[in-house]
């Protein structure tokens, strides 16, 4: 059974940072994809970033803002969120992959319950 814990969430105002945390059980994880999504209010779930075999992949909205990273000895993804803006609110959500990387929220086998991030003006 893996789980995924995420943390990390918070109020901040525009221009703060935040970092996420998403702890996974499980001894296999390091040849998992990871992902980071989030879901505004009446919005869909979107894709923020990805860590797969050392590569990385982001959302424009969240380029040269946010950035992924993982520890293999802790078994925990990272997000890194700089600069955040109001449009940045959602909740959060860590994804992990036996098969691969990719954007579309379908890929992804394992699911965290997710981290509340509200950025105010």
């Known amino acids: 059974q893996v789980q995924l814990v995420e943390s990390g969430g918070g109020l901040v105002q525009a221009g703060d940072s935040l970092r996420l945390s998403c702890a996974v059980s499980?001894?296999?994880?390091?040849?998992?994809?990871m992902a980071w999504f989030r879901q505004a209010p009446g919005k869909e779930r979107e894709f923020v970033a990805a860590?797969?075999?050392?590569?990385?992949y982001y959302a424009d909205s969240v380029k040269g803002r946010f950035t992924i990273s993982r520890d293999n000895a802790k078994n925990t993804v990272y997000l890194q969120m700089n600069s955040l803006k109001p449009e940045d609110t959602a909740v959060y959500y860590c994804?992990?992959?036996?098969?691969?990387?990719?954007?579309?929220?379908?890929?992804?086998?394992?699911w965290g319950q997710g981290t509340q991030v509200t950025v105010s003006s």
């Open positions: 499980g001894r296999t994880f390091s040849s998992y994809a």
């Open positions: 994804a992990a992959s036996r098969s691969r990387v990719s954007g579309w929220s379908s890929v992804y086998d394992y």
């Open positions: 860590w797969s075999r050392g590569s990385t």
